[in-house]
């Protein structure tokens, strides 16, 4: 079965870091560009970041500095690494295949992060 | 900034036909900002509707449609079913390097 499996969240302190992994099945991650999203509690989708397949990254301003996307081709599965936590990155974190036409085709359950002291 | 808009509620009775709409603050929404359309249900993953504006993802019923109507992109649900009630986020391609952005969302109810 193609999908993803996002885990790593929790509850992290202010200032914290965390690394979030996204297993991908029935694909492999290094033949797709990837991305992360985020939802914050009670606010829409966001953008986070994106990996092309060939190895190319981009973050959103918000992030920027702050957050690292990865993968791991040996073990099929892309990571985020986010360091320096605030209140503002408290969300449901999902991770998302890019498809054709600037669209993301396949998306995980999400895991969630909360930043709280 | 430019913001990406959406109405954050709509209502539609079942078998109705309801029309929710994408638009950018400052220019209009064409088909070179590449919209789509995800539902996103709670507990579940999101799920892709509709990408290049117009085409259906694989398994996407043909009652879901996307077009560019006047300055903004429309998903359009014909026949309105009782799981179509979730919440709907478009996507625009942003451009400018690597840049996507999502509007607000629209909670659709059916009753």
């Known amino acids: 079965e193609v999908q993803l499996v996002e885990t790593g969240g929790g509850l992290i302190q202010p200032g914290g870091s965390l690394r979030l992994s996204c297993a991908a099945s029935?694909?492999?991650?290094?033949?797709?560009?990837m991305s992360w999203v985020r939802q914050a509690p009670g606010k829409g989708l966001e953008w986070v970041s994106f990996?092309?397949?060939?190895?190319?990254?981009y973050y959103a301003d918000s992030v920027k500095g702050r957050f690292t996307i990865s993968r791991d081709n040996s073990k099929n599965t892309l990571y985020l690494q986010m360091n320096g936590l605030g209140a503002g990155d408290t969300a449901v974190y999902y991770c998302?295949?890019?498809?054709?036409?600037?669209?993301?085709?396949?998306w995980g359950r999400g895991t969630l992060v909360t930043v709280s002291s | 900034q430019t913001v990406v808009t959406q109405e954050p509620s709509f209502s539609v009775s079942p078998g109705g036909t309801v029309t929710l709409t994408c638009g950018l603050t400052?220019?209009?929404?064409?088909?070179?900002?590449?919209p789509s359309w995800y539902q996103r249900t709670p507990g579940q993953a999101p799920r892709t509707l509709i990408y290049n504006t117009n085409t259906r993802s694989s398994g996407v019923p043909d009652r879901f449609s996307g077009s560019i109507l006047g300055n903004k992109a429309a998903l359009t649900i014909t026949g309105a079913q009782a799981d179509d009630e979730s919440d709907y986020y478009c996507l625009l391609y942003m451009g400018g390097g690597i840049n996507w952005a999502f509007g607000g969302g629209t909670k659709l109810t059916v009753l």
């Open positions: 029935g694909f492999t991650v290094s033949s797709y560009s």
């Open positions: 998302a295949r890019a498809g054709g036409f600037w669209s993301f085709d396949l």
């Open positions: 400052s220019v209009s929404v064409s088909t070179s900002y590449y």
């Open positions: 990996i092309y397949s060939t190895g190319g990254t």
